[in-house]
């Protein structure tokens, strides 16, 4: 089949290069003018390691592990430590990866077969979906026909918007921001991370072997700002944080001025149906789980790959192959969505009560494992 994939995040490279190896002709859509890499490292985890196997790459992957700081944790007002644990032991399984973002992607983007049109700072402008194909009118000014098209562009989807209506149908704010930025060189190996609660914030200090990463989690309704605007984030920062002791307001302010600031909302997207005729969703555009789910990679590869395969495995029968693809993701996002809601309150506590017990279990659980 001739197939568009719009967005080269995880999930749209996973659809192109399993689709690639399945014979299908890719056109594949990028609208920044650059594979994006910008975020914190990543967890592969659970029945992805198998799929990453399946697709060749998983040795190039252990190849490229991490350790984000073994070690974490809390400190008071005064950075005097709390409490502690170690993240070894939040693994799905004990061979679950950690690995930089700019590796993940370098290395999908390497699977890729040589030579695919790969179009970056380009999008759907249009489509036009009919029985027998898809009319496709793109931002560079040309038109093409595709027999499928693949929306891959992440939660605030211009696919889904086309196609299935506006964004506030589907995707729903949980009621926390996220932003996070590498702030400087990677400390001394063995430096533990460190975080600082408040009721409704968390602010961390993490360690990876390429950067010091600043980052937090705030509970808020919903924010009248500008995402991409450094100062406007600072000002919402500062607000949010005015009360906070520790190294908060200095964490603050290395964050705003790093180029790879990440500031966005926790949301995720619920559809009843990720394909409507020719026109199909993966990923974050059909199922964000949040960051806080710590599985959104690993359902981008998965889904990827449970498309090419149910195409492949329903010759002639697109229909009964989007619902074959539905049918064995569903099951992961499921599990990654429901989660979430005990991630946020674990990790941004939103009562003073809340932070108390928060520490009453982390120490109790130190105790244990003396
Ligand atoms: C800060 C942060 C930390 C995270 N940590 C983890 C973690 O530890 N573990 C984990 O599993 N997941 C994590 N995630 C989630 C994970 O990165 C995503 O869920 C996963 O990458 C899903 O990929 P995606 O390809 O669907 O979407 P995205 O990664 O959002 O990629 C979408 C791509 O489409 C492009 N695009 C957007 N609009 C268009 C358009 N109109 N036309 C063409 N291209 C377009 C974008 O530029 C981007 O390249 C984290 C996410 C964030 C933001």
Known sequence: MKILVVGAGVAGLSATINLQRRGHAVTLLEVAPEIRTSGSPIDVRGDALDMVREMGILDEIRAAEIRMSVDSEFVDDHGNRIAGFSTEHSHDRPDDIEITRPDLMRILVGALEPGTDLRFAT????????????????????????????????????????????????????????????????????????MHLAPGRMMALLQSPDAELAGTYFRSPKLDVDHHDPAAVRGVLRQ??????????????????????????????????????????????????????????????????????????????????????????????????????????????????????????????????A
């Open 123 to 194: 999008t759907v402008a249009d489509l036009a979906a009919g029985a027998d194909g898809v009319h496709v009118s793109l931002t560079d000014g040309t038109e093409d026909d595709f027999d499928l098209v693949v929306g891959a562009d992440g939660v605030h989807s211009r696919t889904r918007s086309i196609v299935f209506g506006p964004e506030a149908d589907y995707v729903r704010f949980l009621g926390v921001y996220l932003a996070l930025a590498p702030v400087g060189p990677p400390a001394p190996e063995g430096t533990p991370g460190r």
């Open 240 to 369: 949010v944080f005015r009360d906070d002791v520790w190294r908060v307001h200095e964490l603050i302010d290395r964050m705003v001025a790093s180029p790879g600031l990440f500031f966005d909302e926790c949301s995720q997207t619920r559809m009843p149906r990720w394909s409507v005729g020719r026109v199909v969703l993966v990923g974050d555009a059909a199922h964000c789980a949040a960051p806080l789910s710590g599985r959104g990679t690993s359902l981008g590869i998965s889904g990827g790959l449970f498309l090419a395969q149910a195409i492949e495995e329903n010759p002639g029968d697109l229909a009964g192959a989007l619902a074959e693809y539905e049918r064995r993701q569903r099951p992961y996002v499921d599990r990654a969505q429901r989660g979430v809601q005990g991630s946020i309150d674990r990790n941004v506590p939103a009562t003073a009560d809340d932070v108390a017990a928060r520490y009453a279990a982390l120490r109790q659980y130190e105790a244990s494992r």
